[in-house]
């Protein structure tokens, strides 16, 4: 017996379908739900609600859950510390939290991961909690890629590359060799409505369906904490912008169903492809 | 007598203000308006109005003008081959042509000044036209850069400057290593935009004023046809977006006029900085 996984969770429905997946896959599960953060869902499971301060709530319930493994999941936003309402767990780790929050949101994560291994925790991935919510190698659907994928594959994702130096660059559009779009603070569906909105004021022209989303971890990000996620509202958002597909890092972007979502690009008219 | 030097005019005013300072720093100007893009204002000065495609009537007009020395000023977004019309001196180039427009802005530019340069002409960057125009070094204004503006702006020059190998990105955002916003085919204006946005939904919540812009040309981008630009708009939109200053690549992005978008700058509380 090593005891229940202990999710800590953040927004969406990712967290349900995640602690879903693994107990479907046999695991225990214990939930740490985000207070004002995490869905209502959470509640299906066993579960504690918590604020993101609660630090030291944390590791006791943790504790008194017998969880060894720790697995965040879900988004968190980036709060201000004004926020965080720490408790005394918190509050005696402050100048620790003090220096993480200095930095890309990938410097932050890693201290929060380090904070809780500390304690003697493990933090695992998502993927190895629920293998089937992360995107497959090659095609996912049944669509043709365009004629300049591998190219222009290749030259966005040595940008994304590029641009992980400097923290920042989960996501980019392109078409022929030519970034229309940029992935900073906004996030992937944000980029995407900017990527629609430049096609009607006529700023980006080419003729639709062109151009491909491509989604990536950062290099050097801690995949532990922080996958990137895709789901149905970024191939509706991609649908929109007008694009012919979505290429995604292979195991390393989750894909909330991936089944589900491959079918919807196909239906959308996009390739969705795993590299 | 080196006859006038032939300005090609896109959008905006800056053909005009560049026209203007070119002829009070004693030179001769001749203006080909592009028709539908560049500003009635031309008219004020020896002109003719050409339709973007028209690149053997532009080369007939520009030999009868005398000019033997061009310059390109002025935003033309990017034309769509079908919106060119072109007339039988681009016909008879349509292969150069296509090659042109493949691939990033910088790449189509580049192109653009080939072709005027095998007729013969001589190509002119408009900060040799009219420097008055162009960033100077160091502060433009009274404001005192923030404690961590030469980390910041090393930090944010480096993104700028890998970015540049794919053809992408004049511009960005950044706050304490923490980039917020990168440019791509937004433009500088959209991009503020955004990071206003971004900070009315909560997504960046580092207390305002806060962060700067960097602008500067993209490297290896051919000065000669598309300096950056930053005027009023730009200034406003910083402000707006609550940051605290604009930090621009001297000698190498537009300012019109310098001292006017610097004063402006010091009474919305930014710094303005020429680096």
Request: net charge positive.
């Amino acid at each position: 017996m090593s005891g229940p996984v202990a999710l800590i969770c953040g927004e969406g429905r990712f967290p349900l379908v995640a602690a879903k997946a693994a107990q479907q896959g046999g695991r225990e599960v214990f939930l740490l739900a985000l207070k004002g953060v995490a869905d209502p869902g959470v509640e299906n499971f066993p579960h504690v609600w918590l604020g993101v301060g609660q630090l030291g709530a944390a590791l006791r319930e943790i504790e008194r859950a017998g969880a060894k493994k720790l697995c965040f999941i879900g988004g968190l936003g980036r709060p201000e510390f004004a926020d965080l309402r720490p408790d005394w767990g918190a509050i005696r780790r402050i100048p620790e939290i003090l220096r993480l929050l200095k930095g890309g949101d990938d410097h932050a994560l890693k201290g929060v991961i380090k904070l809780f291994e500390q304690e003697g925790l493990e933090v695992i991935g998502v993927e190895s909690l629920a293998p089937q919510l992360v995107a497959a190698k090659g095609a996912m659907n049944r669509l043709a890629l365009p004629k300049n994928f591998a190219e222009d594959l290749d030259f966005g994702r040595a940008c994304l590359s590029a641009m992980s130096a400097f923290d920042v660059g989960q996501g980019l559009v392109l078409n022929h060799r030519r970034i229309v779009a940029l992935e900073a603070a906004e996030g992937t569906d944000a980029m995407l409505e900017r990527v629609a909105h430049l096609r009607d004021i006529g700023r980006w022209r080419a003729k639709p369906p062109s151009g491909f989303l491509i989604k990536a971890p950062k290099q050097g990000q801690d995949l532990r904490v922080d996958l990137p996620a895709i789901g149905p509202k970024t191939i509706a958002a991609a649908k929109k912008a007008g694009l012919c597909g979505v290429a995604v890092e292979a195991g390393k972007v989750l894909v909330l169903d991936r089944d589900e979502v491959a079918a919807q690009a196909e239906a959308a008219g996009l390739f969705f492809y795993g590299f």
